[in-house]
């Protein structure tokens, strides 16, 4: 029988992300364990998600930190504890250090709201709709030094609507994440995904510049 991957989840708010996986996880052959949630915000929801579902968490405050390469290096040393076969960030609202992306270099996931590279950074939902783009969505990228910049795993398209707003295009938006990431997660866990010098690889196969593109 496969082991399971050991998963260690980021969060910096109310979790929806998190109980995504949460949710597939629990699910009959899944191959993924998410063994603990840790946020930089004591008052971060997810939080609770991760209680209510039997999941160790941890808060570390990174205002208690007197620099970013402090703060990365305790956070290193809580994630370690649980010897985790992958770290998926998930709304974690922090910038990493280059020794904590190296520590983690494949084997740490993020996913961000545009279909990269477009719209880096924050705002995307609003900058979509100001460039008058025709489609929108999410991507699950490998994390290296370039903020927003890894290689792509998979990407959700969504049509842009006359009318939308920043929070209209964010909830259609959404609901492709919390179908993504689950499955970003479930193929590393299956050994099925991984990084290497060509970027990221399915079954063994090189990914393209978009990754998987699933369109809703």
Not at 27 to 37: E, H, M, N
Not at 128 to 147: I, K, N, P, R
Not at 164 to 193: C, K, N
């Amino acid at each position: 029988m496969p082991s399971l991957c050991n998963v260690v989840v980021l969060i910096s708010g109310a979790g929806s992300n998190l109980q995504a996986l949460i949710n597939a996880s629990a699910k009959p052959g899944s191959l993924s364990r998410i063994c603990a949630v840790v946020s930089n915000r004591a008052e971060a929801y997810g939080l609770e998600r991760a209680r209510q579902a039997g999941i160790e968490t941890h808060v570390l405050d990174h205002t208690q930190f007197a620099d970013r390469e402090t703060f990365d290096t305790a956070l290193m040393e809580v994630i370690d504890r649980f010897t985790p076969d992958l770290v998926v960030l998930a709304g974690f609202m922090r910038i990493l250090s280059t020794g904590f992306v190296t520590h983690y270099r494949g084997r740490l996931l993020n996913i961000h709201p545009s279909l990269l590279p477009r719209y880096t950074g924050l705002r995307t939902h609003q900058r979509a709709l100001d460039a008058g783009d025709l489609e929108h969505g999410c991507s699950v990228h490998f994390v290296t030094e370039e903020l927003d910049g890894g290689p792509v795993v998979a990407q959700a398209v969504v049509p842009v609507h006359a009318g939308d707003t920043p929070e209209t295009l964010a909830e259609r938006v959404h609901t492709q994440e919390h179908m993504i990431y689950p499955l970003a997660v479930s193929w590393f866990a299956q050994g099925r995904l991984c990084l290497t010098e060509r970027g990221a690889e399915l079954d063994g196969q090189p990914l393209p510049l978009t990754g998987h593109v699933i369109r809703s």
